[in-house]
């Protein structure tokens, strides 16, 4: 990012929410305690609450275990941090900026397209700051996509071609056994894992949408598709051995997406691990889980700018990374996230960019700390605009829901009636 000129006085956040994202995004206070401060945590697991107050020497009176409790009483502080699960989002936010405080909103935003709406005209009545955490934006390759575009240099876009590789393992950890496995819960797929891509396509187009249409389906994690002679359970199943969505092999063998997993004082993750295996939601066989949210879903969508977009999320894939495709008037460009290929028209001229050595890098790419920065750098200078405002979030999240509106109705949506 370009440099900065910060205040000699540090902002002050509340974290509402010990979680992952929390400590991906705090990783910016611990790096720069100049530019940010932790000043209060709020988290109902103790184990979580403890750790951060611990990590950043946080007094018992600026430790809660319930935002009602916090807010009947809140401390001092410019802003709050909300990364609670995101059926936890509409109420803590909507009393923070009655507050007072500057938001900084994990996405999605909130349930439903009216509960986005209703933060969004209570900042703009409170006159309170609400950001919304787009990391897309904030994460090299997607800037130097948006950089090509904004240049001119390929001309207009026609059309683009995107596809959400959400990845088997990912898919089944957190869309089948794990927390976003129902809509009652959280939110339908679309808006928990893509309402990102969608941002980033209204970011590119510089363009709202005029009509869409979706479809898609729970198509395979169904009691009926269970293979014959499986077992509820991976940890006893015949089946595991060879079976592609095997808990025991996820977990145990590979250990991947143990991170979140919350280990008490005086065991270890594995025997955390095992207890998930025979006890827990992510022991559970994919085909007898309680889960409910589509499998795969494609969006078609046509831009006021005449703009078409296909969209597809896709899970029954090993990647999981996103591929796009510009076709513009005097070029194209493609690329899936390790490389980008820049495309002439006129004399077939072809230049390869090299985003190899992001994969796999912390902090999405260091985007999670651009994106604190933005926000700490947005609250200390005020003619300094947030790079995702809750209005622009708002307008990505309604194609969200009016894209499952016509998943479910199976009729092509207007948004501009």
């Known amino acids: 990012m370009d440099e900065i000129t910060f205040s000699n006085t540090p902002v002050t956040i509340v974290a509402i929410g010990g979680g992952n994202r929390t400590n991906k995004y705090l990783e910016y206070a611990v790096r720069h305690p100049e530019r940010l401060q932790l000043v209060g945590i709020v988290e109902p697991n103790p184990l979580r609450r403890h750790a951060l107050a611990e990590k950043f020497g946080l007094k018992p009176e600026q430790c809660f275990e319930d935002y009602k409790l916090f807010f009947r009483n809140p401390l001092k502080a410019d802003a709050v941090l909300i990364a609670t699960p995101e059926n936890i989002h509409f109420e803590p936010c909507m009393l923070a900026i009655e507050a007072g405080y500057h938001v900084l909103l994990e996405k999605p935003i909130a349930r439903t397209l ?10 703009r009545n409170k006159g309170v700051i609400v950001g919304v955490c787009h990391v897309l934006r904030y994460h090299p390759y997607f800037i130097r996509i948006k950089e090509i575009v904004d240049s001119g240099e390929l001309g207009q876009i026609i059309s683009i071609n995107h596809n959400a590789a ?4 990912r898919m089944t950890h957190g869309y089948v056994r794990g927390m976003w496995r129902r809509e009652e819960i959280t939110n339908p797929i679309l808006i928990s894992k893509c309402c990102h891509d969608i941002d980033f396509l209204l970011w590119l187009t510089s363009s709202q949408c005029r009509k869409l249409t979706s479809f898609g389906s729970l198509r395979w994690y169904r009691p009926e598709n269970a293979p014959a002679g499986s077992s509820d359970r991976c940890i006893n199943c015949p089946i595991e051995p060879s079976c592609p969505y095997s808990a ?5 063998t590979r250990r991947d997406w143990i991170s979140n997993f919350d280990v008490p004082e005086g065991a270890t993750i594995d025997q955390v691990i095992d207890r998930e295996l025979r006890t827990g939601p992510y022991g559970r066989c994919v085909f007898h889980c309680d889960n409910d949210v589509a499998d795969h879903q494609v969006i078609a969508m046509e831009m006021e700018n005449d703009v078409t977009i296909s969209f597809t999320m896709d899970t029954f894939t090993l990647d999981d990374q996103r591929q796009t495709h510009i076709r513009l008037t005097q070029g194209e460009i493609d ?4 490389s980008l290929r820049i495309r002439w028209f006129r004399g077939a001229r072809e230049e390869v960019l090299d985003f190899s050595s992001l994969i796999g890098t912390p902090y999405h790419a260091g985007a999670d700390l651009n994106l604190i920065e933005d926000f700490v750098h ?30 479910l109705t199976g009729q092509t949506i207007r948004l501009d009636d």
């Open 335 to 338: 690329g899936d996230e390790r």
């Open 114 to 123: 009216a509960e986005c709406r209703a933060i969004a005209r209570a900042a």
């Open 166 to 169: 959400v990845g088997i393992d």
């Open 248 to 252: 025991v092999d996820l977990y145990r």
């Open 378 to 407: 947005t609250l200390a200078c005020k003619e300094h605009n947030f790079r995702t405002s809750i209005e622009q979030s708002v307008e990505s999240h309604r194609i969200c829901y009016e894209a499952e509106r016509s998943r």
